[in-house]
């Protein structure tokens, strides 16, 4: 009965209402070579307590940030989350809901996205941006495919230096449409721009800031050069980086995107996370994914509503900018709950992570674990060790935790604002303790 | 709940006042160095960022009152048809929750009883549509069509079968199919309706040939018909060695009854935010895993998630076949357990309870709404049915919108508009088996009174809604004078 309401009485008065003499007449559409003739296999009918127990017993077993101390990157960060934004996003009227496709009971969910472009604006420099796309890498994937139907080139250029996860969804993307992917090389830990100075009709260069390994690129030559060679360029950033980096407006990027974790969402092991999409009014029409707009009812009064319908699908189909219909909307409305109480504040929490990182940094090197490059970074950093695999599993026996591993003999560690000094000290001692 | 406020707030921007902060930014005992200090001006912003300066108590005020301009299952009845908006267990979120603080970057052997947890419902979700082998990776059903698309592409081109460029979609079919078919750079095929509602045989026979690659079917289609003659079509379609893909987002109407692995689908997507009971979250997360053929396992996405002989669970990255990844690390995790939670509470038993009260309330609700408004197809549906207002329209200026306007008046979310294309002034309602009896006598009434206001009073109807934070707004000035930021 669980989540079923009707009583007996009720099955039998409803089926008499349609006619019918039973609910097996309710099938008698489905050929009976199709009709499954036993129940499913499934275990389960169990009560919430039988639930709780099943679902406990699996999380108490796992090192999550509550019980361990994680240095991880690698495009998901353990940031902190305000108490405020589980409690906003928890809120029925907006998690229970659908797509706003009934406007005058969505002001909710509407002005919220209207307030979340805005806030994506303000932190980017951009001139719009769409409601959210899946995630970081999807979002990138869709920013060429937009380059490609405002410059209609079909050149894409790639920094080497970018999120491997990234340049595999791009070429998974890649599989459905007619364009090339050419790749910049990393040098020093950074892309080495030089190739694109003899390059011509390009669509458009993807670059990362930070980059996988963490380290901040130029990206003012950087635009300067994908212009110069007749393309848009894609600047994939880090959000929460942008109270003290150099706004993407600010080096003249055309379209901006990333992975919107850092902003309020947990790690929820990779997903739900979303990703963003900004870009210039020029290109409006060309973005994909849904946007909310704002306008007068019939007496007068401000109020949201979906806009730029004719882009998407349900009214465009094969022509549709994109197929993408839910987005992840409830992660957005975390990042502007979280925009809202800490955008603000991001400058001295940009400050608090870079400060920690070079506090971190600078004190592996002298424990005689170098920098894989010297180059500037963030908050994430590869540093060079004997064996990654070991060292990883060393400091996890000790609840420390760090990586993604690159290679056999470099480890990223990533250092947020929740990391403190007696964390990072003990980080520390235990590396020294490797040696 | 939703409030009588007139209007929607003023925005965040207008509440600033520089100098106010919201939480503090933790500091954790470090000596402060300034950003000057630590990198060079080039890497620095020149401009400093301009964002609203609120508390904490103004930001929680500001979206408590704007959750109250919203509708959501937990306010109330919504029929959205196709979306399949059921009650949303509130043990799922409390069980899911205590997985949100894992990093995806953690070594396998850290996170095996969680592994576990995806592995079990990847078994669950193959034994329910009868299919070989699965992915949890992709975002949504649309993202699931794509991928999917990808994987018959990538099998194609790997057995040289370079003609096979074209998908065949029904003109009753979801916008996300045919676009997503453009995404993976096939050509579209449109395939009418035939006047039962179901896919056109005989046209279907004239253009399938060598190129067809995919038919793609949502079974039980749009109008909420089980596509009788499926056996027949598989056979054609696979007569000519292309695939038969599955929309699942109607999986609701036939859950524990048929199972798309046993009427000749190859590929099929499910919606967990739909079937699986995860909420929505006003637009997503979604959640749209894909089941396939044993032919098609080996383009699946990677990684794949897989048991090894001694028990222990791994993500299988060594895919020489396959299309690569979708979306970074897995897929949406925490949406994924949430249905496995639901699975859990229900087992076979109740899963197949599921899709009975589906289809009896779906019909139920058009037998008693038939002398009101017809039902476009009549005869028995599956989880929903399509009402044409044609002929309140013919008969008193009122169409589909304007009774679907009213019905939020009375408290209720409106069906589905205008959709499938195919019927005009079409409703399309979905009532899911988490309703009551009470609540469909009481949706089937307002729609009798609504008529009724059509006939004597059709001004109230046309204005509606009367009672909602706004009223109608006007989507050409939106569209035209683009306001899409402050």
Not at chain 1, 233 to 248: H, W
Not at chain 2, 249 to 258: D, S, T
């Given at each position: 009965?669980?989540?079923?309401p009707?009583?007996?009485?009720?099955?039998?008065?409803?089926?008499?209402?349609?006619?019918?003499?039973?609910?097996?007449?309710?099938?008698?559409?489905?050929?009976?070579?199709?009709?499954?003739?036993r129940?499913?296999?499934?275990?389960?009918?169990?009560?919430?307590?039988?639930?709780?127990?099943?679902?406990?017993?699996?999380?108490?077993?796992?090192?999550?940030?509550?019980?361990?101390?994680?240095?991880?990157?690698?495009?998901v960060?353990?940031?902190?989350?305000?108490?405020?934004?589980?409690?906003?996003?928890?809120?029925?009227e907006?998690?229970?809901?659908?797509?706003?496709?009934?406007?005058?009971?969505?002001?909710?969910?509407?002005?919220?996205?209207?307030?979340?472009?805005?806030?994506?604006?303000?932190?980017?420099?951009?001139?719009?941006?769409?409601?959210?796309?899946?995630?970081?890498?999807?979002?990138?994937?869709?920013?060429v495919?937009?380059?490609?139907?405002?410059?209609?080139?079909?050149?894409v250029?790639?920094?080497?230096?970018?999120h491997?996860?990234?340049?595999?969804?791009?070429?998974?993307?890649?599989?459905?449409?007619?364009?090339?992917?050419?790749?910049?090389?990393?040098k020093?830990?950074?892309?080495?721009?030089s190739?694109?100075?003899?390059?011509?009709d390009?669509?458009?260069?993807?670059?990362?800031?930070?980059?996988?390994?963490?380290?901040?690129?130029?990206?003012?030559t950087a635009?300067?050069?994908?212009?110069?060679?007749?393309?848009?360029?894609?600047?994939?950033?880090?959000?929460?980086?942008?109270?003290?980096?150099?706004?993407?407006?600010?080096?003249?990027?055309?379209v901006?995107?990333?992975?919107?974790?850092?902003?309020?969402?947990?790690?929820?092991?990779?997903?739900?996370?979303?990703?963003?999409?900004?870009?210039?009014?020029?290109?409006?029409?060309?973005?994909?994914?849904?946007?909310?707009?704002?306008?007068?009812?019939?007496d007068?009064?401000?109020?949201?509503?979906?806009?730029?319908?004719?882009?998407?699908?349900?009214?465009?189909?094969?022509?549709?900018?994109?197929?993408?219909?839910?987005?992840?909307?409830?992660?957005?409305?975390?990042?502007?709950?979280?925009?809202?109480?800490?955008?603000?504040?991001?400058?001295?929490?940009?400050?608090?992570?870079?400060?920690?990182s070079?506090?971190?940094?600078?004190?592996?090197?002298?424990?005689?674990?170098?920098?894989?490059?010297?180059?500037?970074?963030?908050?994430?950093f590869?540093?060079?060790?004997?064996?990654?695999?070991?060292?990883?599993?060393?400091?996890?026996?000790?609840?420390?935790?760090?990586?993604?591993v690159?290679?056999?003999?470099?480890?990223?560690?990533?250092?947020?604002?929740?990391?403190?000094?007696?964390?990072?000290?003990?980080?520390?001692?235990?590396?020294?303790?490797?040696? | 709940?939703?409030?009588?406020?007139?209007?929607?707030?003023?925005?965040?921007?207008?509440?600033?006042?520089?100098?106010?902060?919201?939480p503090?930014?933790?500091?954790g005992?470090?000596?402060?160095?300034?950003?000057?200090?630590?990198?060079?001006?080039?890497?620095l912003?020149?401009?400093?960022?301009?964002?609203?300066?609120?508390?904490?108590?103004?930001?929680?005020?500001?979206?408590?009152?704007?959750?109250?301009?919203?509708?959501?299952?937990?306010?109330?009845?919504?029929?959205?048809?196709?979306?399949?908006?059921?009650?949303?267990?509130?043990?799922?979120?409390?069980?899911?929750?205590?997985?949100?603080?894992?990093?995806?970057?953690?070594?396998?052997?850290?996170?095996?009883?969680?592994?576990?947890?995806?592995?079990?419902?990847?078994?669950?979700?193959?034994?329910?549509?009868?299919?070989?082998?699965?992915?949890?990776?992709?975002?949504?059903?649309?993202?699931?069509?794509?991928?999917?698309?990808?994987?018959?592409?990538?099998?194609?081109?790997?057995?040289?079968?370079?003609?096979?460029?074209?998908?065949?979609?029904?003109?009753?079919?979801?916008?996300?199919?045919?676009?997503?078919?453009?995404?993976?750079?096939?050509?579209?095929?449109?395939?009418?309706?035939?006047?039962?509602?179901?896919?056109?045989?005989?046209?279907?026979?004239?253009?399938?040939?060598?190129?067809?690659?995919?038919?793609?079917?949502?079974?039980?289609?749009?109008?909420?018909?089980?596509?009788?003659?499926?056996?027949?079509?598989?056979?054609?379609?696979?007569?000519?060695?292309?695939?038969?893909?599955?929309?699942?987002?109607?999986?609701?109407?036939?859950?524990?009854?048929?199972?798309?692995?046993?009427?000749?689908?190859?590929?099929?997507?499910?919606?967990?935010?739909?079937?699986?009971?995860?909420?929505?979250?006003?637009?997503?997360?979604?959640?749209?895993?894909?089941?396939?053929?044993?032919?098609?396992?080996?383009?699946?996405?990677?990684?794949?998630?897989?048991?090894?002989?001694?028990?222990?669970?791994?993500?299988?990255?060594?895919?020489?076949?396959?299309?690569?990844?979708?979306?970074?690390?897995?897929?949406?995790?925490?949406?994924?357990?949430?249905?496995?939670?639901?699975?859990?509470?229900?087992?076979?038993?109740?899963?197949?309870?599921?899709?009975?009260?589906?289809?009896?309330?779906?019909?139920?609700?058009?037998?008693?709404?038939?002398?009101?408004?017809?039902?476009?197809?009549?005869?028995?549906?599956?989880?929903?049915?399509?009402?044409?207002?044609?002929?309140?329209?013919?008969?008193?200026?009122?169409?589909?919108?304007?009774i679907?306007?009213?019905?939020?008046?009375?408290?209720?979310?409106?069906?589905?508009?205008?959709f499938?294309?195919?019927?005009?002034?079409?409703?399309?309602?979905?009532p899911?088996?988490?309703?009551?009896?009470?609540?469909?006598?009481?949706?089937?009434?307002?729609?009798?009174?609504?008529?009724?206001?059509?006939?004597?009073?059709?001004?109230?109807?046309?204005?509606?809604?009367?009672?909602?934070?706004?009223?109608?707004?006007?989507?050409?000035?939106?569209?035209?004078?683009?306001?899409?930021?402050?």
């Amino acid at each position: 009965m669980r989540y079923v309401p009707h009583t007996k009485e009720e099955v039998k008065i409803m089926l008499e209402a349609i006619g019918l003499k039973n609910v097996d007449e309710l099938f008698s559409d489905i050929p009976s070579e199709a009709l499954l003739k036993r129940h499913l296999h499934i275990e389960g009918g169990w009560d919430e307590e039988q639930l709780r127990t099943y679902f406990r017993q699996a999380a108490s077993g796992i090192p999550t940030v509550n019980n361990a101390v994680y240095f991880l990157g690698g495009g998901v960060y353990d940031h902190y989350v305000p108490s405020a934004v589980d409690k906003i996003i928890s809120l029925p009227e907006f998690y229970t809901a659908y797509t706003p496709y009934q406007a005058e009971i969505s002001q909710g969910t509407l002005q919220a996205m209207f307030e979340y472009q805005s806030l994506i604006c303000d932190l980017t420099g951009m001139e719009v941006a769409n409601g959210s796309l899946y995630d970081g890498a999807s979002a990138v994937a869709e920013a060429v495919l937009m380059a490609m139907r405002v410059n209609g080139k079909r050149r894409v250029v790639v920094s080497e230096c970018v999120h491997p996860d990234i340049v595999e969804v791009l070429r998974t993307y890649q599989l459905g449409h007619d364009f090339e992917i050419l790749t910049l090389p990393q040098k020093e830990g950074i892309t080495d721009l030089s190739p694109l100075e003899d390059l011509a009709d390009v669509s458009c260069l993807v670059m990362q800031n930070p980059n996988y390994y963490g380290f901040l690129e130029d990206m003012n030559t950087a635009s300067q050069l994908v212009h110069k060679a007749g393309g848009l360029f894609v600047a994939a950033v880090d959000p929460i980086s942008l109270g003290v980096l150099r706004s993407p407006a600010e080096y003249g990027a055309d379209v901006v995107v990333g992975e919107g974790q850092s902003l309020g969402n947990h790690l929820n092991y990779g997903g739900p996370h979303f990703g963003f999409f900004a870009t210039k009014m020029d290109y409006i029409r060309y973005m994909p994914g849904r946007m909310a707009g704002q306008t007068v009812d019939v007496d007068g009064r401000v109020g949201y509503v979906l806009t730029l319908q004719t882009r998407e699908q349900h009214i465009r189909r094969e022509k549709a900018t994109s197929n993408i219909t839910s987005n992840h909307w409830l992660m957005a409305l975390a990042s502007a709950v979280y925009l809202a109480l800490m955008g603000a504040s991001l400058p001295q929490l940009g400050q608090s992570i870079l400060n920690r990182s070079t506090y971190l940094a600078e004190k592996l090197v002298s424990v005689g674990y170098p920098l894989w490059k010297r180059q500037y970074f963030f908050k994430e950093f590869p540093i060079k060790v004997r064996d990654a695999e070991a060292v990883q599993q060393a400091l996890a026996d000790a609840g420390y935790y760090v990586g993604p591993v690159i290679d056999e003999h470099t480890l990223l560690v990533a250092v947020t604002e929740k990391r403190t000094k007696e964390h990072m000290d003990k980080l520390i001692e235990l590396m020294e303790g490797l040696q | 709940m939703m409030n009588s406020r007139k209007g929607t707030l003023p925005l965040l921007k207008e509440l600033h006042k520089p100098g106010r902060r919201g939480p503090q930014v933790p500091m954790g005992g470090l000596e402060d160095r300034p950003v000057s200090e630590l990198l060079p001006k080039e890497f620095l912003r020149e401009k400093p960022l301009s964002m609203p300066e609120l508390t904490e108590v103004e930001v929680v005020r500001h979206f408590v009152n704007l959750s109250n301009l919203n509708y959501g299952v937990d306010n109330g009845f919504y029929p959205l048809g196709s979306c399949t908006m059921k009650y949303n267990p509130k043990i799922n979120e409390e069980v899911a929750a205590w997985f949100q603080d894992i990093h995806p970057a953690l070594p396998e052997n850290s996170v095996q009883p969680l592994l576990e947890l995806l592995y079990t419902l990847q078994e669950d979700l193959l034994e329910i549509t009868g299919m070989d082998a699965i992915t949890l990776q992709p975002a949504a059903g649309a993202h699931g069509e794509l991928t999917s698309l990808l994987m018959a592409k990538a099998y194609f081109k790997d057995h040289g079968l370079l003609e096979k460029d074209t998908v065949i979609i029904p003109d009753s079919a979801h916008g996300t199919n045919p676009a997503s078919a453009t995404m993976a750079g096939f050509k579209v095929v449109t395939v009418k309706s035939d006047e039962e509602g179901l896919v056109d045989l005989e046209q279907l026979r004239t253009l399938v040939n060598e190129h067809t690659a995919v038919f793609m079917l949502t079974n039980p289609n749009t109008l909420g018909k089980f596509e009788r003659n499926i056996l027949d079509i598989a056979q054609l379609i696979h007569d000519v060695g292309g695939f038969m893909y599955c929309d699942g987002a109607n999986l609701n109407g036939m859950l524990g009854w048929a199972r798309p692995g046993d009427m000749g689908f190859d590929f099929v997507h499910l919606n967990l935010h739909k079937t699986f009971s995860t909420p929505h979250g006003g637009g997503g997360p979604g959640s749209g895993p894909v089941a396939v053929k044993k032919a098609l396992e080996p383009y699946l996405p990677k990684p794949v998630l897989v048991k090894a002989e001694d028990g222990t669970y791994h993500w299988d990255f060594d895919r020489p076949r396959s299309i690569g990844k979708v979306r970074s690390y897995f897929g949406n995790i925490l949406v994924a357990l949430k249905a496995l939670a639901y699975i859990k509470s229900l087992g076979g038993a109740g899963l197949r309870e599921v899709g009975t009260m589906a289809v009896l309330n779906a019909n139920y609700m058009r037998v008693a709404m038939e002398g009101t408004l017809p039902t476009a197809y009549p005869g028995l549906c599956k989880h929903e049915y399509v009402a044409t207002a044609e002929e309140v329209k013919k008969r008193y200026g009122v169409k589909a919108q304007d009774i679907a306007k009213r019905l939020l008046d009375k408290g209720f979310h409106a069906p589905t508009m205008y959709f499938p294309l195919i019927v005009k002034e079409a409703l399309m309602i979905e009532p899911t088996e988490t309703e009551t009896k009470e609540n469909l006598d009481a949706f089937v009434e307002a729609i009798k009174e609504i008529v009724q206001e059509a006939e004597t009073n059709p001004d109230l109807v046309l204005s509606a809604p009367h009672d909602t934070p706004v009223r109608r707004l006007d989507e050409v000035k939106a569209n035209k004078e683009l306001k899409v930021r402050w």
